[in-house]
């Protein structure tokens, strides 16, 4: 039988009470204190407030429409109804759009965050980044991870002139490690968090030590988990991977409405009104016992990872190699001249060195990042010929 939480009735009738008188957080981000590199540009005004910039700028990135060709979990799967990214990260900003309501938080910083997150995320998902994270180490010595990239994406590649609490936001989000509790760090400009960054390139342990500097921060990074818990078990049931029924029956529900209402509502009933975002201890077991069965059942199932592991792996290592040649050899026709380095130079904002400067190993890294699936499949075909035959498992095959 279905469980579905509520609210315990004195908080139901305290945040109604509340939300009529006008009520906002004394933990909300205050937008008058918001930071940006270049603070003569994007100033804010009566309709373009500070994070709403922020959002306009994320969602007119040219790579915002990539999202939508990026793997969540299953790849090379010919099935609408299996999560591509663009919903994932539609998924995280309406749950944490949702808890940011009820507590008074600032929603267009959360919005922002939230579509934000994985904007540099590569193609095949986590075993994309894995991949590429093992190649770049091995050419320059330095590390990979899609939430640092999401930020290069935002501030380095485009430069959008994003706000700080936006960018700490995306770089702190790292959805694989759930805490009890969270509690925002403050950051008071870019010197820091740029020291931030540079440690996490050089060491890969440095993005455990990443924190919001924001409530609606630390929101986003718990609704990360949400919705991706139950959502990922319901594709996982599309692809004939597992049944949901297969999964253990916990305290936070097993289906992913059940998963989603119960962590929502146990969120709001121990963080309202605090200057931290808190699970109480039933629901914080269940859902780290929920998120060991996803990986045990799901992620590290022999068929999702046997795929990826003999095919992609080896095909972007070689991809890699030939990208990297035709860059120092200046193949003017090679596709990351014509399909990226041009593309990047039609942005909008002018950059102070032309991004073709950039370090070589950087730039075919910002190039495979930035590819959807199908993208980098083709790719792969036009540099080589189908010397790498991809099955991908259609519509009609059970």
Do not use: W
Request: glycine share 4%; proline share 3%.
């Amino acid at each position: 039988m279905l469980n579905y939480e509520s609210l315990s009735i004195d908080l139901e009738k305290r945040i109604k009470a509340d939300r009529m008188n006008g009520y906002v957080s004394p933990y909300a981000f205050n937008e008058d204190e918001v930071i940006r590199r270049n603070v003569s540009r994007d100033i804010a005004t009566a309709i373009r407030t500070p994070f709403i910039r922020d959002i306009d700028k994320i969602m007119h990135c040219p790579y915002y429409n990539r999202y939508a060709d990026k793997t969540q979990v299953f790849s090379f799967y010919k099935n609408d109804d299996i999560t591509r990214r663009g919903l994932h990260v539609q998924l995280v900003s309406r749950i944490a759009r949702t808890i940011g309501k009820a507590l008074g938080l600032n929603l267009d910083l959360i919005e922002a965050i939230a579509l934000g997150h994985d904007i540099g995320h590569t193609p095949f998902g986590h075993a994309g980044e894995s991949f590429l994270d093992k190649i770049y180490y091995s050419k320059a010595s330095k590390h990979f991870s899609h939430n640092i990239h999401s930020v290069r994406v935002l501030d380095g590649i485009f430069n959008y002139n994003i706000s700080l609490q936006t960018l700490n936001g995306i770089a702190a989000h790292d959805g694989e490690m759930e805490l009890c509790e969270y509690h925002p760090l403050p950051l008071d400009g870019f010197s820091k968090f740029d020291k931030q960054i540079d440690e996490c390139y050089l060491e890969k342990s440095n993005i455990k030590k990443l924190v919001p500097c924001t409530l609606e921060g630390c929101v986003v990074r718990i609704s990360d988990i949400i919705a991706y818990l139950g959502k990922d078990r319901q594709d996982a049931e599309k692809a004939h991977i597992i049944a949901n029924s297969d999964f253990e029956v916990s305290d936070i529900g097993t289906y992913n409405a059940e998963i989603i209402n119960n962590l929502i509502v146990n969120i709001i009933e121990n963080s309202y009104d605090k200057p931290y975002i808190m699970l109480d201890d039933k629901h914080f077991t269940a859902l780290k016992k929920a998120k060991k069965d996803n990986y045990e059942l799901i992620y590290k199932n022999e068929e999702v990872e046997k795929v990826l592991s003999k095919n992609v792996e080896p095909m972007m290592e070689k991809l890699y190699e030939k990208l990297y040649e035709d860059l120092k050899n200046k193949e003017l026709s090679s596709p990351i001249f014509t399909h990226h380095i041009a593309y990047v130079n039609k942005a909008h904002y002018k950059r102070e060195s032309p991004y073709e400067a950039t370090e070589e190993n950087q730039i075919v890294v910002d190039y495979i990042a930035s590819m959807t699936d199908d993208y980098f499949i083709d790719l792969y075909n036009h540099l080589f010929g189908d010397d790498k035959k991809i099955d991908y498992i259609g519509y009609f095959i059970k």
